[in-house]
């Protein structure tokens, strides 16, 4: 791209390994038919496959879109924002629009940016939007049921408030076009936070409206080396599931209350769960008894007294709690 022409639309594409996946991500980007220019800043996280070298070559074959970053170290692993401050530097300074995509999801609509951008343009009162994707699982490129694709399948054309958004995990990841301002939001650091899609999407709707569309356009693809459904992950979570949550309280004050002091509630009684320590276990019992006491003694119930509970008609699902 010359550097006199402005991309409208900035793609941000985190790849780290994903060499069996990556043609099919790229391919998605420069089969894009637009009325507007836009780019494609495609970081490779210092990956230890072939990853760099498809990069290369994309990025020789179409370099009016493709714009490569090659890491030497791994920055995802430093958890200091570095990662985020490479693309964001490395994106046109003027670019109006951020679409996102990893490496090992794809897009399968060669109309996909125009009809998003379209949208927005035709609506500066909305800040994102976003739409369905199927879900597959890599190893037989099956659809995956009963996991998070049902409900991408399953997306609405209408708005989407703040807090269904934080409830139920309903936005694909490379679904989404978003307000370049939107990643601007002022944030307070007090809590570390574990995923940063959740944090992205709240951002938009404190900032404008966000809208799905019934339209399917992308792929969300599940492999076994992925973080999102690893065991490894779900510890993770688990212990630093509620400072991640006292950061989204402190930062995303659209999510109703009651559901949110609810979500916090269940992830120190979940912690506790995990707890070595009797006394950090108790801790943890003690802030979710803070946060949400009635929360906090019907989960009790479920998990220590299963016939008073069945009694009671007590479930042991965290959206009931919400």
Not at 90 to 103: R, V
Not at 272 to 282: D, P
Not at 308 to 317: E, G, I, R, T
Request: one cysteine or more; proline letters at 5%.
């Amino acid at each position: 791209m010359s550097e006199d022409i402005v991309p409208l639309v900035s793609i941000k594409c985190l790849v780290y390994n994903h060499e069996p996946y990556l043609r099919q991500c790229l391919d998605g980007f420069v089969m894009q038919k637009t009325n507007f220019p836009f780019e494609a800043i495609v970081h490779d996280d210092a990956s230890t496959d072939g990853s760099a070298a498809i990069i290369r070559e994309y990025a020789e074959k179409y370099p009016g879109i493709i714009k490569p970053i090659y890491e030497t170290e791994n920055l995802y692993s430093k958890h200091d924002g570095s990662l985020a401050r490479a693309m964001d530097a490395a994106m046109h300074p003027n670019s109006k629009y951020i679409a996102l995509c990893e490496g090992d999801d794809y897009w399968t609509d060669p109309d996909k940016l125009q009809i998003q951008v379209d949208f927005l343009e035709r609506h500066p009162d909305y800040s994102m939007c976003f739409h369905r994707a199927n879900t597959v699982i890599h190893e037989s490129g099956e659809e995956m049921h009963g996991k998070p694709g049902d409900i991408f399948r399953s997306i609405e054309n209408r708005d989407y408030e703040s807090t269904e958004l934080f409830s139920v995990w309903t936005v694909p990841t490379a679904s989404m076009v978003y307000r370049k301002e939107c990643q601007f939001y002022p944030l307070k650091r007090r809590y570390r936070f574990l995923f940063g899609d959740i944090v992205r999407v709240l951002s938009c709707a404190e900032m404008g409206k966000v809208r799905g569309m019934d339209r399917m356009m992308s792929v969300y693809r599940v492999q076994d080396k992925g973080i999102t459904f690893s065991p490894k992950s779900a510890r993770v979570f688990s212990m630093g599931g509620p400072e991640h949550y006292l950061f989204v309280k402190d930062n995303f004050k659209r999510v109703n209350h009651r559901v949110m002091m609810n979500a916090i509630s269940f992830r120190y009684w979940e912690r506790a769960q995990c707890q070595a320590s009797t006394l950090l276990k108790l801790k943890d019992y003690f802030y979710s008894l803070r946060y949400c006491p009635i929360h906090f003694i019907k989960r009790t119930l479920v998990r220590y007294t299963p016939p008073l509970a069945s009694a009671l008609k007590l479930s042991n699902n965290e959206a009931d709690y919400q």
